[in-house]
């Protein structure tokens, strides 16, 4: 990917559960930066109780799954979270509600926009971050996806 001054910028990767990748940034001014991301699920639930939304066989559960970019020293730049509350009943599941996060804790980082939908399980945020080095910026993307499986399993 190019941007100009010959910015080489790097690729974001997804990890499930504290795993974390790196890929190295540099550009033509002789700037090297690595980052890597870093992606957790809440350990918290909520239990809710929905009367007329919720059958009373289906157990209800919410989480949290952040993804953290962070500089090489394990400085967090910029996050973005998804959270989703799921019906699950042993035999089916459903996401019945969600709602994003998003926040730049660098000053070279922006939050351009962040946006949420659920589809039957699945609950997808997306974040688009620009990150600016001199005169030069450049947007990233990152799509957070929260599935609950029949049984509740959270992934």
Same mark, same amino acid.
């Given at each position: 990917?190019?941007?100009?001054?010959? =910015?080489?910028? =790097?690729?974001?990767?997804?990890?499930?559960?504290?795993?974390?990748?790196?890929?190295?940034?540099?550009? !033509?001014? !002789?700037? *090297?930066?690595?980052?890597?991301?870093?992606?957790?699920?809440?350990?918290? !639930?909520?239990?809710? #109780?929905?009367?007329?939304?919720?059958?009373?066989?289906? *157990? #209800?559960?919410?989480?949290?799954?952040?993804?953290?970019?962070?500089?090489? !020293?394990?400085?967090?730049?910029?996050?973005?979270?998804?959270?989703?509350? =799921? #019906?699950?009943?042993?035999?089916?599941? *459903?996401?019945?509600?969600?709602?994003?996060?998003?926040?730049?804790?660098? *000053?070279?980082? +922006?939050?351009?926009?962040?946006?949420?939908?659920?589809? /039957?399980? +699945?609950?997808?945020?997306?974040?688009?971050?620009?990150?600016?080095?001199?005169?030069?910026?450049? /947007? =990233?993307?990152?799509?957070? #996806?929260?599935?609950?499986?029949?049984?509740?399993?959270?992934?």
């Amino acid at each position: 990917m190019k941007k100009s001054a010959s =910015f080489l910028c =790097f690729l974001i990767t997804s990890a499930v559960l504290s795993n974390s990748h790196a890929t190295a940034c540099t550009s !033509d001014l !002789d700037h *090297k930066e690595t980052y890597y991301t870093e992606t957790t699920i809440s350990e918290t !639930d909520t239990i809710l #109780t929905m009367p007329n939304i919720v059958p009373k066989t289906s *157990k #209800t559960i919410t989480k949290t799954k952040t993804v953290n970019t962070k500089a090489s !020293d394990g400085t967090t730049l910029w996050s973005a979270s998804i959270t989703a509350t =799921f #019906t699950y009943n042993g035999t089916t599941s *459903k996401c019945i509600s969600c709602s994003h996060n998003a926040k730049s804790y660098a *000053k070279t980082w +922006t939050i351009k926009s962040i946006s949420s939908k659920k589809n /039957d399980n +699945t609950a997808t945020a997306t974040a688009i971050a620009t990150h600016s080095y001199g005169n030069i910026s450049k /947007d =990233f993307t990152q799509t957070i #996806t929260i599935t609950c499986s029949k049984n509740g399993a959270i992934s």
